[in-house]
């Protein structure tokens, strides 16, 4: 089931990556997908605050991806120790992507992983507990943000 919601700054944005966070159990792969510039990586940054990471988030366009311990109280309230954030901007094929370390990330029930520009990468979409986001501007300054299989949505 698809749902959209309109984003219109990055208040927005962190708001409803908190809100996401609380629908996502460890083990799921989200894709994000959408052109420079469309907020993937403000995305991450609400995501990991809302599992209080205290490090600054970047996109890891050059190292690829990154791994973010959770609060410890956020590690006891969610399950989920970690979040793994990859760059798939510079990869090939998911080659490259299992060459990185990928599957030591993969479907471990204390991690999530977030892969900006999943669409790089087909065969991840078939993996079970994959869920997508696509980010989208309106042309007025607002992004439109559509979720694609979210079995419960984040009010």
């Given at each position: 089931?698809?749902?959209t ?11 409803f990556a ?10 799921d792969?989200?894709g ?11 995305f ?11 490090r ?15 609060s ?8 989920i120790?970690?979040?793994?954030h990859?760059?798939?901007y ?6 490259e ?23 790089r ?8 507990h994959y ?14 943000l ?10």
């Amino acid at each position: 089931m698809k749902k959209t919601v309109r984003i219109k700054d990055v208040k927005t944005m962190t708001a409803f990556a908190g809100r996401f966070a609380k629908v996502l159990k460890g083990g799921d792969i989200v894709g994000l997908v959408g052109d420079l510039g469309t907020g993937k990586t403000t995305f991450i940054q609400g995501l990991t605050k809302a599992f209080g990471v205290r490090r600054p988030v970047r996109s890891p366009t050059f190292i690829l991806m990154q791994v973010f311990k959770t609060s410890a109280a956020s590690k006891k309230r969610t399950g989920i120790a970690q979040i793994c954030h990859i760059d798939a901007y510079r990869l090939k094929n998911e080659d490259e992507l299992f060459a990185i370390g990928f599957e030591d990330y993969a479907d471990r029930r204390d991690t999530v992983i977030c892969i900006e520009w999943a669409d790089r990468l087909p065969a991840v979409q078939w993996l079970d507990h994959y869920q997508e986001i696509r980010f989208d501007y309106d042309g007025d300054g607002e992004r439109i943000l559509t979720v694609d299989k979210m079995p419960i949505w984040p009010d």
